[in-house]
């Protein structure tokens, strides 16, 4: 089970609701085909939505029921980071302190 859908249970389990989850899955344009033929919804973060996927479906605001998600970057933890990765992570976050190379 995926974050989200964890996310999404809880939510529901908190408004002592049970959804009927028929099929799960983690691939947003799989997703998107399956809403566009008709078969079922998707609870996802507007930003997975094309201009044209926004021409053909509606999207209907739930944020006040599932909080704000925080991201970050994940790299394996240890001293040497690759010239690319350290190039990334600064353009990213500029004030990062990295370990010496």
């Known amino acids: 089970m995926g974050l989200t859908e964890s996310l999404v249970l809880r939510t ?16 947003f344009a799989s997703m ?3 809403i566009m033929r008709g078969m079922g919804v998707a609870i996802l973060g507007d930003w997975v939505l094309s201009k044209e996927d926004r ?7 739930v944020s ?18 690759p010239p690319a990765v ?9 004030d990062i302190e990295l370990p010496r190379s």
């Open 32 to 34: 998107k085909s399956y």
């Open 55 to 61: 021409a053909h479906m509606d999207v209907i605001p």
């Open 64 to 81: 006040r029921h599932f909080p704000a998600r925080k991201c970050g970057i994940l790299i394996k933890r240890r001293k040497y980071l």
């Open 12 to 27: 529901f389990s908190k408004a002592r609701l049970r959804p009927n989850i028929v099929l799960s899955m983690n691939e």
């Open 86 to 94: 350290r190039a990334f992570l600064q353009a990213l976050k500029p």
